[in-house]
């Protein structure tokens, strides 16, 4: 029998070994590697030699590892925080009890001892953000009111949909096709064209710029669905379509018809660290299947983030791409649907039917 337990979902677990068996820096902070062997609990980047599989057990913090008895490696030192980290952690908790709006940088590198310039370096490290924008949410109180209850820093962050290239907890998205950090706010420097197609489901808004898929939209009237794309990108360039899109609005088309993926829909979007999380863990639920919302935190080894896991399934701006619809309560009640809940319900009901 075995005697570690850890949350993490078998799919996530794979992508996790891969990470480890590069060495994979970037992977560093988004979870750790305890050593069944040894009791021994490393960073994935650790340059020791790598344990077999059967004998790793992931977990995402140095704590929960230590609950099962393993202790931190003296090669990578898993439980050290990089001083990049302990440095914002300092200077944030210096702002959050600060209530004065204005940021002045250079009191507040003299008060930690430490350069403005290596400060600003470790807030776009740890945070992805200026220090003038975190400053600016800091100003939100729920932010602030996260950090007295004692949360970590990146998780008041993408909770209050700050970091969006945050990289504590950024990982390859080659899967999603997305970018991110390219796009500001309202969509500025994109250019999107958007094709209105007839689908079992009334009209579907497909919009996409060079590199991917960026909104997909349901719904009865052309107009709506235009002016709600305005909305969602009011900075960037909107036009209907040339040719180049229609593969991709053709492929949207047959998944609403309940067919099975024939390619592979690169996306372009804006979003937060987590939002990606959240959107990625969705494309791995099967077609005919659904999960709850519960269940989607749980396999991110976030239990706790399910309201969070609901806001991103309701901000999702590319549905049937990112299955949002298979999400569905602890009950077995639908939840909602940003385009109504009978186009949820008769989606499922075609993808159940077309899996028999
Ligand atoms: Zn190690």
């Not at 008895?69 to 300092?90: D, M, Q, T, W, Y």
């Not at 590198?109 to 350069?115: G, I, N, P, Q, S």
């Not at 899967?175 to 958007?194: A, D, E, F, R, V």
């Not at 235009?226 to 991709?248: F, G, M, S």
């Given at each position: 029998m075995d005697q570690h337990e850890s949350s993490i979902s078998p799919s996530v677990a794979s992508r996790y070994w891969e990470a480890t068996q590069a060495r994979d820096r970037n992977a560093d902070g988004t979870f750790i590697l305890g050593v069944r062997s040894t009791q021994i609990y490393c960073r994935p980047s650790c340059p020791a030699r790598r344990p077999l599989r059967k004998n790793v057990v992931f977990f995402r913090t140095g704590e929960e590892a230590e609950k099962q008895g393993f202790r931190p490696c003296l090669r990578c030192r898993p439980n050290e925080v990089s001083g990049a980290v302990a440095l914002v952690e300092k200077a944030v908790k210096q702002l959050a009890d600060v209530n004065e709006d204005a940021l002045r940088l250079g009191a507040l590198a003299e008060k930690l001892e430490t350069t403005q310039g290596t400060l600003r370096r470790a807030f776009r490290q740890v945070t992805g953000l200026a220090p003038r924008e975190l400053a600016e949410a800091l100003r939100i109180k729920k932010f602030k009111a996260m950090l007295r209850a004692g949360s970590k820093i990146t998780d008041a962050l993408y909770e209050t949909g700050?970091?969006?290239?945050?990289?504590?907890?950024?990982?390859?998205?080659a899967q999603l096709g997305m970018t991110p950090g390219t796009y500001q706010k309202g969509g500025k420097g994109m250019k999107i064209g958007y094709t209105v197609a007839k689908s079992p489901l009334g009209k579907v808004l497909v919009a996409a710029t060079a590199r991917g898929v960026s909104a997909v939209y349901l719904g009865d009237a052309e107009g709506k669905l235009v002016a709600e794309l305005r909305e969602e990108y009011?900075?960037?360039?909107?036009?209907?379509?040339?040719?180049?899109?229609?593969?991709?609005?053709?492929?949207?088309?047959?998944?609403?018809?309940g067919k099975q993926p024939a390619m592979e829909l690169p996306l372009d979007l804006q979003a937060t660290a987590f939002q990606r999380r959240v959107w990625q863990e969705l494309q791995r639920i099967p077609r005919g299947a659904t999960r709850t919302y519960a269940q989607v935190a749980r396999s991110l080894g976030r239990p706790k983030a399910v309201r969070a896991v609901a806001r991103a399934c309701a901000t999702n701006p590319v549905s049937i791409v990112v299955p949002c619809h298979r999400v569905i309560r602890q009950d077995g009640e639908l939840a909602g649907y940003r385009w109504g809940l009978s186009r949820k319900e008769k989606l499922l009901a075609t993808e159940r039917a077309a899996n028999k």
């Amino acid at each position: 029998m075995d005697q570690h337990e850890s949350s993490i979902s078998p799919s996530v677990a794979s992508r996790y070994w891969e990470a480890t068996q590069a060495r994979d820096r970037n992977a560093d902070g988004t979870f750790i590697l305890g050593v069944r062997s040894t009791q021994i609990y490393c960073r994935p980047s650790c340059p020791a030699r790598r344990p077999l599989r059967k004998n790793v057990v992931f977990f995402r913090t140095g704590e929960e590892a230590e609950k099962q008895g393993f202790r931190p490696c003296l090669r990578c030192r898993p439980n050290e925080v990089s001083g990049a980290v302990a440095l914002v952690e300092k200077a944030v908790k210096q702002l959050a009890d600060v209530n004065e709006d204005a940021l002045r940088l250079g009191a507040l590198a003299e008060k930690l001892e430490t350069t403005q310039g290596t400060l600003r370096r470790a807030f776009r490290q740890v945070t992805g953000l200026a220090p003038r924008e975190l400053a600016e949410a800091l100003r939100i109180k729920k932010f602030k009111a996260m950090l007295r209850a004692g949360s970590k820093i990146t998780d008041a962050l993408y909770e209050t949909g700050y970091g969006s290239s945050s990289r504590v907890y950024e990982r390859s998205n080659a899967q999603l096709g997305m970018t991110p950090g390219t796009y500001q706010k309202g969509g500025k420097g994109m250019k999107i064209g958007y094709t209105v197609a007839k689908s079992p489901l009334g009209k579907v808004l497909v919009a996409a710029t060079a590199r991917g898929v960026s909104a997909v939209y349901l719904g009865d009237a052309e107009g709506k669905l235009v002016a709600e794309l305005r909305e969602e990108y009011p900075r960037a360039e909107i036009a209907p379509a040339a040719d180049a899109d229609q593969k991709w609005v053709k492929e949207i088309v047959q998944r609403i018809e309940g067919k099975q993926p024939a390619m592979e829909l690169p996306l372009d979007l804006q979003a937060t660290a987590f939002q990606r999380r959240v959107w990625q863990e969705l494309q791995r639920i099967p077609r005919g299947a659904t999960r709850t919302y519960a269940q989607v935190a749980r396999s991110l080894g976030r239990p706790k983030a399910v309201r969070a896991v609901a806001r991103a399934c309701a901000t999702n701006p590319v549905s049937i791409v990112v299955p949002c619809h298979r999400v569905i309560r602890q009950d077995g009640e639908l939840a909602g649907y940003r385009w109504g809940l009978s186009r949820k319900e008769k989606l499922l009901a075609t993808e159940r039917a077309a899996n028999k």
